[in-house]
């Protein structure tokens, strides 16, 4: 990427240089869509929570249910990625840093959680701890409720933002390489030693990206907690199933006005994630061929 | 790849069993549970199960919604990646950010957006239906969803590969009398199109999955706009765990079908283009 930008621009090279009705055509097109399909729907989410005018905005987030969906998505969130990133670290460090059989098998089964439908994360859950489940018979005989309940949304919710961390990472510590931390074990670190002070700082960067990521997802997510959920109101609703609830009863104010503090979720994240990538172009080294 | 030999670094025991361990009881174990379920069916059941008109009638609609949301995609993303790459303009460093709002935004929330935007009474859509463009409640409001949540995948992995073109080739070929357009179509294109490619099959493997933003604009009437997940849900509302989870089979054979291609994919991208995959 650093040769990119230092070679002479576009602009000044006669070659490659579009000429500018193409170049019109070019922004016009991508711009357009752009503006269409992307920056529209963004910009209808604010302006129809506000439609209503400000106060019925903040009644809408201050509401009872509300607040216990907002704390329901935090819960989950606060359990859901840490856990995985303390797996992220590990398989990342486990997959870059050690030769083993099976570890491009490894790496395959770590990405599966991104190609199975969100519907199909929360059915799996039903199968092994709902009522019909392999687990389902025990769970109920010592009353203990995890399908229609929290601890299946945090499980599903797991599930679906799983890979986030550790495929942050894989290429990241691939590309940094061990010699680091092999001189930090020759000078006489402890293994913890050298995680804390020298893997750590290598990755913080990498690793606040899959955490904003991560996170996103998780506070996001609708098809797989909508399967295990239950959808009761003040006890089993996140965030976007109480915009769904709120939409399907034609609030449409407090749905978008719910549904706008998802978004500007969103765009905080966008923000940190693209002053990350500015912040990393220069340091991040170029992959090993 | 010069590689660290084993035993030297700490900590392989610890990190290899708490990813294995983790891996197991998150994924492997639930995901099992469902091609376990369906082992228990008669082939002929299993078969009623999955190619019920009404199930056929959803993955038509899945897979060919999807098909063209990600060709939509592909030609609209490869547009905004040239621009972004070889152009300036006013606030592209916004625009380039942008870019991942899909992937960002819940997608509940780009659902009612889209709604909003498309529905009769919408932003656009006003306008539109007096054209006779009825886009929401219908299978072109599915097409739109998809092409919402796809986009990013083109642009991302179409973007880098772009970047780190060279711009050698390209002039070499003008300078042994190329036009432009035979620049862009036999330099440049050949290049991009393994990244077009994997581009594709991911925005078309999320898209096939996609539940959230399609199922408030998509009018969900069985046999016209009802996709595949969405009858996984209702058979499940209806306590037909067996008919949920065997429709769910086949999605999954198919998502893990997805999978290895994008694997495939990606390396033959990283060897043409002597990058890692990332």
Redesign the interface.
């Known amino acids: 990427?650093t040769?990119?930008r230092n070679?002479t621009p576009?602009?000044q090279?006669?070659?490659?240089r579009?000429?500018p009705w193409?170049?019109a055509l070019?922004?016009g097109?991508?711009?357009s869509?752009?503006v269409?399909?992307?920056?529209?729907?963004?910009i209808?989410?604010f302006v129809?929570a506000l439609r209503r005018g400000l106060d019925v905005y903040f009644a809408a987030l201050v509401e009872p249910d509300a607040q216990a969906a907002i704390r329901l998505t935090l819960l989950v969130a606060s359990i859901a990625v840490p856990?995985n990133v303390?797996?992220g670290?590990?398989?990342a460090?486990?997959?870059t840093?050690?030769?083993?059989r099976g570890k491009q098998l490894?790496v395959?089964?770590?990405?599966?959680?991104f190609?199975?439908?969100?519907?199909?994360a929360g059915?799996?859950?039903?199968?092994?701890f709902?009522a019909?489940?392999?687990f389902g018979p025990w769970l109920q005989a010592n009353d203990i409720k995890v399908i229609f309940a929290v601890p299946g949304i945090v499980?599903a919710t797991?599930?679906v933002t799983?890979p986030f961390v550790a495929r942050e990472l894989i290429?990241l510590m691939?590309?940094q390489?061990?010699d680091e931390?092999?001189a930090a074990?020759v000078l006489g670190a402890s293994?913890w030693q050298?995680?804390w002070r020298v893997t750590l700082p290598n990755i913080k960067w990498g690793l606040l990206y899959g955490v904003i990521?991560c996170n996103?997802r998780a506070?996001?997510?609708?098809?797989a907690v909508?399967?295990v959920s239950g959808h009761v109101r003040g006890q089993t609703n996140t965030?976007?199933?109480h915009?769904?609830i709120l939409?399907n009863e034609y609030q449409?104010a407090a749905?978008?006005a719910v549904?706008s503090l998802?978004?500007l979720?969103?765009?905080v994240?966008?923000?940190i994630?693209?002053f990350i990538g500015w912040r990393t172009t220069d340091e991040r080294p170029e992959?090993?061929? | 790849?010069?590689?660290?030999t084993?035993r030297?670094?700490?900590?392989?025991g610890?990190?290899?069993g708490?990813?294995?361990v983790?891996?197991t009881l998150?994924?492997?174990?639930?995901?099992s549970?469902?091609f376990l379920?369906t082992s228990g069916l008669t082939f002929e059941r299993f078969w009623a199960l999955t190619t019920s008109p009404r199930v056929l009638a959803s993955y038509r609609l899945t897979f060919g919604a999807s098909l063209l949301a990600a060709l939509i995609d592909v030609v609209?993303g490869l547009?905004?990646a040239?621009?972004l790459v070889?152009?300036?303009?006013p606030l592209k460093?916004l625009?380039?950010?942008?870019?991942?709002?899909?992937?960002?935004?819940?997608?509940?929330?780009?659902g009612?957006?889209?709604t909003?935007?498309y529905a009769k009474n919408g932003?656009?859509g006003q306008y539109l239906e007096p054209l006779g463009l009825k886009i929401a409640f219908g299978p072109p409001g599915v097409v739109?969803a998809l092409?919402?949540i796809g986009?990013p995948f083109v642009v991302r992995t179409v973007q880098?590969v772009l970047?780190?073109l060279e711009?050698e080739l390209?002039?070499a070929?003008?300078?042994l009398g190329a036009s432009?357009w035979q620049?862009v179509r036999s330099v440049v294109l050949p290049t991009l199109f393994p990244a077009i490619l994997t581009g594709f099959t991911l925005a078309f493997?999320r898209a096939?999955?996609?539940?959230?933003s399609v199922i408030?604009i998509a009018g969900n009437i069985p046999m016209v706009s009802e996709i595949t997940?969405?009858l996984?849900?209702t058979r499940?509302e209806q306590y037909d765990?067996v008919g949920?989870?065997a429709i769910?089979t086949v999605?999954?054979v198919i998502?893990?079908a997805?999978?290895l291609a994008?694997?495939g994919l990606q390396a033959w991208t990283a060897r043409r283009t002597?990058?890692?995959a990332?």
């Open positions: 990427m040769a990119a070679r576009f602009e090279r006669a070659a490659t579009d000429p193409i170049k070019v922004l097109v991508g711009l869509f752009f269409v399909f992307l920056l529209l729907p963004l209808a989410v129809e856990l303390v797996f670290i590990a398989a460090w486990a997959v840093r050690f030769r083993f490894l395959t089964m770590i990405d599966l959680p190609s199975v439908s969100p519907v199909i059915l799996i859950y039903v199968l092994v709902g019909q489940g392999w499980l797991i599930f799983f290429p691939e590309a390489g061990a931390e092999e074990l293994g050298m995680f990521l996103a506070m996001g997510e609708f098809g909508s399967v965030m976007p199933l915009v769904e939409y449409f749905a978008f549904a998802l978004a979720l969103a765009l994240t966008l923000a994630k693209t992959p090993n061929p | 790849m010069r590689r660290t084993p030297v670094l700490p900590g392989f610890l990190s290899l708490i990813t294995v983790y891996l998150i994924v492997l174990i639930p995901l549970a469902v379920k609209f547009i905004l040239w621009g070889r152009h300036s303009f460093r625009v380039d950010a942008l870019i991942d709002l899909p992937f960002a935004l819940p997608t509940a929330v780009a009612i957006a889209l909003a935007i932003w656009l739109v092409m919402f986009l880098p970047e780190d711009l390209e002039e070929a003008a300078t432009r620049i493997a096939v999955g996609e539940y959230g408030f997940p969405l996984i849900i499940l765990y949920a989870t769910a999605m999954l998502s893990f997805l999978l994008i694997n002597g990058r890692l990332t």
